[in-house]
């Protein structure tokens, strides 16, 4: 059964929260919505305590300077997945870019840009 604490979290910050899809994990719960046509994560503990969300967005959500920051850095690289990652104390943004060599993963926070990394796939 799902935390009574983890079910009012989550109807007072989401409003599509009826409509959550719940599961079971390791040492907690997942509450799984779509909002404004965003896929939503929100992660408990086994008690039902918030721990962080994970929000799936379109890479134009993270604003023309940042946009035109990676693609001039990043010229030949598509960007696959954007997901905000927010917690109680923060909110980072996570994006993968990949071309036909590599794959990056990049980390956004305070906004600078790192690389948290790099995958360089195997030649023939």
Not at 79 to 106: P, W, Y
Request: charged share 25%; net charge neutral; with cysteine.
């Amino acid at each position: 059964e799902i935390p009574a604490v983890a079910s009012r979290h989550l109807v007072k910050n989401y409003q599509r929260a009826a409509e959550a899809s719940w599961t079971r994990k390791p040492g907690g719960y997942v509450a799984t919505i779509e909002q404004q046509g965003n896929l939503i994560q929100v992660n408990y503990d086994q008690v039902g305590n918030f721990q962080y969300s994970v929000r799936f967005l379109e890479f134009e959500a993270l604003g023309t300077e940042i946009c035109r920051q990676i693609k001039k850095t990043y010229p030949s690289y598509t960007v696959d997945i954007v997901a905000e990652v927010k917690s109680e104390l923060r909110t980072e943004f996570i994006l993968t870019l990949k071309n036909e060599f590599s794959m990056k993963g990049l980390m956004i926070r305070n906004g600078q840009i790192q690389v948290i990394d790099d995958l360089v796939y195997a030649t023939r």
